[in-house]
């Protein structure tokens, strides 16, 4: 049975072809086409006159996971009537894994037709990623879930941005902090209606904490303290330059505005993943657990779709990258054991982040997060995370796998040892194992010899 080995090289307006047989050799020069359906139909033509011609009966095809070219074309070669009979699989490959495999061809340029040809070399070696095989039913929920993990990260670039003009108009605020949330409305009225932090500190603790009371809408608990502490806040501040005031003031209206829009996006999208995780299977299922709520249960789901792709959850956590590298030679074992990122970044984003709602609405995840965020020495809340999201692997794993609900961890301990059964006690249960492994060396002996 012979394979016919396809990689592509694809572009906006054009892809390259490299075609290559089992034992490395290329029956046909590299060929550029159109990246529509005209191209794809003489690509089509071109693989099956080779599969014919060097009678292979099989073909994979290989395209890079870059953005998302490679989409159409992945989805079209294996559903393709003239395809049919050579059973075609495609690959989507990661990126960084081309180029390091790539880096063992140094004598290789850079360019389309070589890149092609270094695509069709991975797909001939072990190790393939799964099947590209889009599943219908996730792939709506699989568009919404990762934009809102874009619109998250723009969302989050955002506030670093007003946080660091916020340091220029009023440093003191930022080491005060005079607010539990910066990006609330009473704080973000005062740091955009008052122009300069000398309007704050000439104004009255009266008048300050009434400008807070109106503009928390009564919500803030003593706003005479929170007045205070904005005062004394502006008294220690560094003066901004006068040439800078209108631009940072601008900056900071215009960003504060961004944060708004991104957030009003962010509900919208909650609402519609909410509506497509409805009819999902396995949607209950993720629910069930304390602190995984609808979108955090979307997005695991959305990557993960069938879970019994995975041979357990092992493979799982390898497709999300939540695995670490072990560093070993000779007698030397490596203390730091970094984390792959070569996986699939949506599905160890949700994790992480359903990790850390989970592990603070139960005990068990509290637990075990406490207990590796006071072994971690740095980045504590980070690594406690990551290996809270390792161990949610597991239980991800197995509700999908058996569609069961969650059940806290009394319900889950074993019944208790039947008290009529007789106990042997320490020392005649020690004499017991003896002999029995005593027997067993009698009657592998025995074995022996009458087998000589």
């Known amino acids: 049975m012979s394979t016919l080995y396809v990689g592509l090289d694809l572009a906006e307006n054009t ?28 690509l089509v033509e071109k693989i099956l006159m080779l599969a014919q011609a060097h009678q292979c009966t099989r073909l994979k095809v290989g395209v890079e996971a870059t953005g998302l070219l490679w989409w159409h074309i992945a989805s079209t070669l294996p559903q393709h009537p003239s395809l049919k009979a050579l059973r075609p699989e495609a690959f989507c490959l990661n990126a960084r894994q081309v180029a390091n495999f790539k880096k063992s061809y140094a004598e290789v340029h850079k360019t389309d037709p070589n890149d092609a040809f270094i695509v069709a070399e991975r797909l001939r070696f072990r190790g393939l990623p799964h099947p590209f095989a889009p599943d219908e039913a996730y792939l709506a929920l699989q568009r919404l879930s990762r934009h809102r ?55 009255s ?9 109106e503009k928390g809408c009564r919500r803030i608990p003593d706003p005479e303290k929170t007045a205070e502490t904005v005062q004394r806040a502006a008294r220690n501040s560094y003066r901004l330059h006068r040439c800078l005031t209108d631009p940072v003031n601008m900056i900071l209206s215009m960003t504060v505005a961004n944060i708004r829009f991104f957030e009003e996006q962010i509900r919208v999208l909650d609402r519609a993943i909410a509506r497509e995780l409805g009819v999902l299977p396995g ?37 999300a990258s939540l695995i670490w590298q ?92 039947d008290p009529t059964v007789p106990v042997l006690p320490p020392g005649e249960l020690a004499r017991h194992i003896v002999e029995r492994r005593r027997g067993v060396k009698r009657r592998a002996a025995s074995a022996c010899q009458a087998s000589s």
């Open 15 to 42: 892809f390259t072809a490299c075609l290559m047989l089992e034992d490395g050799t290329e029956p046909t020069k590299r060929c550029t086409f159109p990246h529509d359906i005209p191209g794809t139909e003489m």
């Open 149 to 203: 993990f874009h619109l998250v990260r723009d969302l989050a670039s955002e506030k670093n941005r007003f946080l660091n003009h916020l340091f220029l108009k009023f440093p003191s605020f930022l080491q005060e902090e005079p607010f539990s949330d910066t990006f609330g409305a009473a704080s973000i009225a005062l740091l955009t209606e008052f122009l300069t932090v000398d309007e704050i500190a000439s104004q």
């Open 205 to 213: 603790v009266e008048a300050l904490a009434q400008f807070l009371r």
């Open 283 to 319: 949607a209950q299922v993720l629910r069930s657990v304390p602190g995984i709520g609808p979108v955090f249960a979307a997005g695991i789901l959305a990557e993960v779709q069938d879970v019994t792709r995975f041979a357990s959850d092992d493979s799982l956590a390898k497709f």
């Open 326 to 417: 072990r560093r070993q030679s000779g007698k030397f074992e490596a203390d730091e054991t970094p984390m792959l990122h070569s996986g699939n970044t949506y599905l160890r984003y949700y994790l992480v982040e359903a990790a850390n709602s989970v592990r603070m609405h139960t005990e068990e995840y509290r637990a075990f997060y406490e207990s590796k965020y006071n072994e971690a020495t740095t980045h504590r809340h980070k690594r406690a995370c990551v290996l809270t999201a390792r161990k949610l692997v597991r239980l991800v794993y197995y509700l999908l796998l058996h569609g069961q609900l969650y059940q806290p961890p009394q319900s889950r301990k074993e019944k208790p040892a």
